[in-house]
């Protein structure tokens, strides 16, 4: 199956903001940049839950599984949580491919793919979140938002570990440069705090 | 130690070719019941809990398993900088005093033992390489090689690569295990539901690399359950010439309690796998979730099936990283433009270090329906074997063509075959002793499918007979190096048929003996036949024709004429190879004959073309970013203006009105960057027109991305800008070091430096190359820009300007150069 992609946000990545809207010409080049996006798509995830632990020792510090994590403002976003479902996804690095050809001959289309891309990803979370939030309201729990490595002060050097704890290079063939960027490009990873409905989402 | 080896080698070899063999199945899960805890690298527990590590490989031994992997999947320098050599010497002893356990055991009970092997086990880095992702080949090869060497010391008697979902990561563990080892090599790759691995390779394709290079042994391993492997399982069978092995997961997994759990017991396993040995796999195991249980219950229930051993396939399969392309079936299209060889724009592009054109060469042909691209880079005054490699690595990463490498330079020739992700086709050897000695251990080595010209010491024969007794000399040498046969392709030598008026009849007749003596493949040069006579396409298309007639297997032509390519998709309609006339139809059905075809004179195009032009001026069509349409325009200017009239009066002038529009927000991006594309198109036309008279610049400014950023969109887009303003852009590329960046400044002189940055991460290295630099060269001005970036943040970095977009960009340069 096709991975649908919000056209609307393709526009907003592209900057039509504000009720602003490509012409028909534009609007058609943009569609079929879409088109070949959804074709070369292929999108993957690997997902784990797990528990959150605030150190009482040492401040804003808190335990994700393993995973140790000094941060003011994922100790502040995951404030009454007792659980985190953490996952990785992409759209495959066929998407990257199609980009990096695309940059051969015009950066219009480049930066059209672009994106396109980013809007895949984006419905890849967005599904994954449905799930979460589904699983959660199973245990009688709620989500708070998306919340990534490189927000705030949730250091992109964790990055590592999160991709490690999801064995995401196996599961989703997500992979990270030396600067912790990860690669196939549109790829994201992302906690989700978990709580008891008693506890107010910000 | 080593004697031992060879041995033990031997004799797994000979097991392979006789007996259904057995591996092991998971041992995460052993180590979690023995205690390791989720997120500790196993292969730390090869020193601090050794009799575990034993125990593990013994109850795998003791299952009946022929082969037990050492703890070594995970084992590599980017994981264990410092105790790699430990970790690896320590898995293997363990793994050989499980055996020596096992052994001993058995012989207390008076049992005779299986045979018993030791396999080094080797898994992905986790990253991903070159073009692609960071890693760079070389460095794959170098990080595979140290485990090779400390395991094959250690006393392995085995390689075995698994779990590869990358065929380029695949092949440098191949490389680095035959350049570091004599031990025998296996390998298994991880597929998707859908028949491909994570990186677009399918069966046909790893089957085809990987026996190029010489593998023993290959199959599949975890990613599905022994159910869903079954079709993948069928068509590695099929392509095959050596033993497939198949090593599935207890099924899928899901997760209960924030364990995974695989949802397949040992007898169930058991039933898949006496299926799988049915369709004729000759090595069974398991990967993860499957444990000593699942092992000797498959054992039990596939001990009876007779092992059909594994037949030469004799298929002749040249490849991508992605698409597998069989010749001997419909005529193969190879696409010739990527050659310097009477092109001076080609020749430019390789002095100048233009990759971008020669690549944008490859994808117009593959545009075109071209399904093998030729790669020819040769020039007198280059640096060959770079060029050849850059070029490689750079086409791969955008298309999905198999290459064929074309160079007489056998240094060349080694270092594109080295980088290239796929079995590639090599042109050529030809019947002289020299060129056979330098070539074909290369194509042993690497695997490839070589073109054989029929030519030798005394020249081209000037007859079929003495060309096909060429042919002949160069199927006996293949025969010696141990390249199959069917990886042979004869070319038959087209030559200009002005010069000889029988040439072309001599061609035709060596391509049929060579196809009815010999049973061989056949590959030409077409155009070559047409030299010195006019309308060349008129002579060469007939030809390609005659030539097909004759069961020419491969054409080297050019995919954008328009009349070869109607010749070979008429020829597949004709001869029963385009199934319902899919392509023929596809390609001409709503089209009309046109002009030129039938009766149009060489000289200036019709008219008709203007037609569309009239009405919108050049200015428009830049606006409107129709780069077609400004093209012509600028054609058409140039026909009554001077090209500085054109640029300044109405290119420049489009280019501003789309710019503020820009900045005032009544106009996006796409729409700029389209207007940009279609002033870059009439700019191109009018700098055809200016040849020779000097192009003056506006000013010379490098632009890069900095160092641990891989993100060079928005780079590019202000790049875009500046050259259409009339700038000079060094593009120093993505991630690029600070020192890079200012030596290019110091050298060049350059009084203007763009740096781009998306991440915050980054703004590090940014801040760093603005350092560096204004210690170094103060009068340099710095710009810069990226998502993250603020007026505030590049204020504190030390940066003169900070530009929120490509116009920014493009004000400041005018503002700067003006000034000056």
């Known amino acids: 199956m096709q991975q649908k992609i919000d056209k609307k946000e393709v526009w907003r990545y592209l900057g039509y903001r504000g009720g602003a809207q490509p012409d028909d010409e534009t609007a058609q080049v943009i569609d079929e940049c879409i088109g070949q996006v959804a074709a070369a798509a292929v999108p993957k995830y690997a997902l784990a839950w797990v528990p959150v632990v605030f150190d009482q020792n040492e401040p804003d510090t808190l335990l994700l599984g393993d995973m140790r994590v000094a941060s003011k403002n994922l100790c502040r976003h995951l404030q009454g949580c007792h659980e985190a479902a953490v996952f990785a996804a992409t759209v495959g690095i066929g998407v990257d491919r199609l980009i990096k050809k695309a940059a051969v001959t015009g950066m219009a289309r480049t930066a059209m793919l672009q994106a396109a891309g980013a809007a895949a990803v984006e419905a890849v979370c967005d599904d994954i979140n449905g799930q979460i939030r589904l699983e959660a309201g ?20 964790h990055q590592p570990e999160v991709l490690g704890m999801l064995n995401a290079a196996k599961k989703a063939g997500i992979t990270l440069t030396d600067g912790y960027l990860m690669i196939p490009s549109k790829s994201v990873t992302a906690v989700i705090g978990i709580y008891k409905e008693a506890v107010k989402d910000e | ?33 023995h205690g390791l805890r989720s997120g500790e690298l196993p292969e730390t527990w090869n020193l601090s809990h050794p009799e575990e590590i034993i125990e593990v490989g013994a109850s795998y031994y003791r299952a009946g398993a022929n082969i037990v992997n050492t703890n070594t999947f995970g084992a590599n320098a980017l994981k264990f900088p410092e105790n790699l050599e430990d970790i690896v010497t320590a898995a293997v002893h363990h793994t050989c005093a499980a055996r020596e356990k096992v052994m001993r055991e058995l012989s207390e009970r008076g049992e005779k033992p299986q045979d018993m092997f030791v396999a080094l086990d080797i898994g992905p880095t986790g990253k991903l390489l070159e073009p692609m992702g960071d890693l760079p080949f070389e460095e794959a090869v170098g990080l595979f090689a140290q485990v090779v060497r400390c395991g094959a010391a250690a006393g392995a008697d085995l390689v075995l690569i698994e779990t590869m979902n990358d065929t380029y990561e695949a092949k440098a563990a191949v490389l680095a295990a035959k350049e570091n080892c004599d031990l025998p090599v296996c390998v298994t790759t991880t597929y998707d539901g859908n028949g491909t691995l994570l990186t677009g390779g399918t069966p046909d394709v790893v089957v085809a690399l990987l026996e190029g290079l010489g593998v023993d042994a290959l199959g599949i391993n975890c990613g599905l359950g022994p159910q869903q492997m079954m079709p993948i399982v069928k068509r590695l069978l099929e392509t095959a010439s050596v033993p497939v092995i198949v090593n599935p997961n207890a099924g899928l997994p899901h997760t209960e309690n924030g364990q995974t759990i695989y949802d397949i017991g040992p007898d169930q396993f058991a039933e898949y796998m006496r299926e799988i040995a049915q369709m004729g796999a000759h090595v069974l195991g398991g990967c993860c979730g499957t444990t000593p249980e699942h092992i000797r219950k498959m054992i039990r229930v596939t001990g009876d099936i007779p092992v059909t051993m594994p037949q030469k396939k004799h298929r002749t399969v040249v490849t991508s990283f992605s698409k597998a392309i069989q010749i001997g079936g419909k005529p193969v299209v190879i696409g010739e433009r990527i050659n310097p060889t009477g ?24 545009e075109s329906g071209a399904a093998i691209l030729d790669v020819n880079v040769g020039l007198p005054d280059i640096d060959e074997p770079a060029m050849m490699k850059e070029v490689v690595t750079s086409l791969q990463a955008v298309s999905a063509l198999p290459l064929q490498i074309d160079t007489s330079d056998p240094k060349a020739l080694e270092a594109a075959l080295r980088c290239y992700n796929g079995k590639p086709m090599i042109n050529s050897v030809n019947g002289k002793t020299e060129s056979i000695e330098s070539v074909m251990p290369l194509v042993k080595k690497y695997g490839g499918v070589l073109v054989g010209l029929a030519l030798d010491e005394t020249g081209i024969p000037p007859d079929a007979g003495g ?37 072309a009849l001599t061609t035709l007749e060596t391509i049929r003996r060579v196809r009815k003596e010999m049973n061989g493949y056949t590959i030409l040069g077409v155009s070559n036949i047409s030299f010195g006579l006019p309308r060349r396409e008129i002579i060469n298309s007939t030809f390609l024709t ?40 596809g390609t001409y059905a709503g089209t009309k004959a046109d002009v030129t075809a039938s009766y149009a004179t060489a000289g200036p195009a019709a008219s008709g073309g203007n037609a569309e032009v009239t009405g919108m001026s050049l200015g428009e069509c830049v606006e409107k970013g129709l780069s077609e349409r400004a093209r012509r325009a600028a054609q058409e200017g140039l026909a009554g203006h001077e090209s500085m009239e054109l640029i300044d009066g109405e290119l420049i002038p489009a280019l501003d009105r789309v710019g503020k529009g820009f900045e005032k927000g009544t106009l996006y991006l796409p729409q700029l960057l389209m207007a940009a594309e279609a002033a870059q198109a009439a700019f191109e036309v009018i700098r055809e027109s200016m040849q020779g008279s000097e192009t003056q610049t506006k000013g010379r400014i490098i632009m890069a991305t900095v160092k641990n950023d891989i993100h060079d969109i928005g780079k590019n887009i202000v790049k875009v800008m500046l050259e259409n303003y009339g700038f000079e852009v060094i593009d120093l590329g993505k991630d690029v070091p600070p020192e890079t960046i ?23 290295s940014m801040e760093e190359t603005i350092k560096m630099l204004r210690a170094v060269k103060p009068e340099t001005k710095i710009m810069v820009g990226g998502a993250v970036m603020t007026q505030e943040y590049a204020d504190k970095i030390g940066a003169d300007c900070y530009s929120k977009d490509a116009m920014g960009a493009v004000r400041y340069a005018e503002s700067l150069f003006h000034g000056a």
């Open chain 2, 343 to 366: 092109k001076k724009k080609f020749q430019a592009a390789l002095r100048e270090h233009n990759i971008e054109y020669i690549i944008s060469q490859g994808l117009e042909q593959e």
């Open chain 2, 1 to 33: 130690m080593i004697e031992r080896q060879k041995r033990m080698g031997a004799e797994l070899l000979n097991l392979l070719g006789n007996k259904r063999v057995y591996w092991d199945g998971a041992s995460g899960t052993l180590l979690q019941a």
């Open chain 2, 742 to 764: 200012v030596d290019c400044a110091v050298r060049e002189d350059i009084q203007l430096v763009g740096l781009s940055a998306l991440m915050t991460t980054t703004v590090v």
């Open chain 1, 138 to 157: 199973r245990r009688g729990c709620l989500c708070k938002t998306r919340y990534s490595p490189g927000f705030g002060d949730f250091k992109l050097s």
């Open chain 2, 467 to 503: 060309r096909v007794a060429v042919a002949q000399k160069i199927y006996e040498a293949a025969d010696r190096y141990g390249i199959d046969r069917c990886d042979i392709v004869i070319d038959g030598l087209a030559m200009a048929v002005s010069s000889d008026s029988k040439g």
């Open chain 2, 546 to 585: 005659m030539a097909l007639q004759e069961g020419l297997s491969c054409a080297i032509i050019n995919p954008n004429n328009e009349p070869m390519m109607r010749a070979v998709k008429a020829f597949c309609a004709l001869s029963d190879m385009d199934p319902q006339f899919e392509t023929y139809i």
